[in-house]
């Protein structure tokens, strides 16, 4: 119930392509899906965030998805970069614990330039 | 702004010994957590504080792992004694609050190693 799964766990895109990475929850009671950008030595740092009433958030070439009857999100970088190599986490919170986040396992991303 | 500094950045125990790991959070944020991040694994909260309590501990391993946040503002997490399975990256985070959408924090972490 307080899993996130997230696929796949590592991916390979051309430079300028679009990289795609889900997640699937089942707890109705999350309340918020961050998305963290983490690189090797640092600790995650948020990327992006959307709420279950919203269907799609767009920041720059970051795109959050939706689908809250399917309980899915996902997370799309178009124009996908060589800087943007690093490790991709999906999360959830449980509102009422208090900001609590539950991560998915990363997904590897790396962009051939 | 400073980010959330950790030390140290590595550790190399033998197993059975204890270890530290300090925290000093971002100035005025009130909700400090602590996280482990085993390799290949996202991060598991292992301790919340809000202030000086704790709000949430559900999986701290209460046996050996132990964590203060005195005066509210720094923390240390301390294993005592260390199992191999405790080799991870040992995460702090801080925010401005613990309710609403507070955007965490993440500190670069201390690398445990235990032989």
């Known amino acids: 119930q307080q899993q996130v799964k997230q696929s796949p766990q590592s991916l390979i895109v051309q430079k300028g392509g679009i990289s795609i990475i889900n997640c699937a929850y089942e707890n109705t009671a999350f309340d918020y899906f961050p998305w963290y950008q983490q690189f090797p030595g640092k600790g995650p740092a948020l990327l992006i965030a959307?709420?279950?009433?919203?269907s799609e958030k767009k920041e720059g070439r970051f795109t959050i998805s939706f689908n809250k009857s399917a309980k899915q999100f996902s997370l799309h970088i178009m124009d996908s970069q060589p800087g943007d190599s690093a490790t991709y986490f999906c999360a959830a919170r449980v509102g009422r614990y208090g900001n609590k986040l539950v991560f998915g396992a990363g997904t590897i991303l790396r962009v051939k330039s | 702004e400073a980010g959330v500094a950790q030390s140290p950045r590595y550790k190399i125990i033998e197993k059975r010994q204890s270890v530290a790991f300090w925290c000093n959070p971002i100035s005025g944020h009130a909700t400090l957590y602590w996280y482990q991040q085993i390799l290949g694994q996202g991060p598991k909260l292992l301790i919340q504080f809000q202030n000086n309590g704790v709000v949430d501990d559900s999986q701290l391993p209460k046996d050996r792992f132990s964590a203060e946040r005195l005066k509210g503002v720094d923390s240390t997490l301390k294993i005592q004694p260390a199992k191999l399975e405790d080799s991870a990256v040992y995460l702090c985070?801080?925010?401005?609050?613990?309710?609403?959408?507070?955007?965490?924090?993440f500190g670069p972490g201390t690398r445990l190693t235990v032989t």
């Open positions: 959307i709420r279950p009433d919203v």
């Open positions: 985070a801080s925010s401005y609050g613990a309710s609403g959408t507070y955007e965490q924090y």
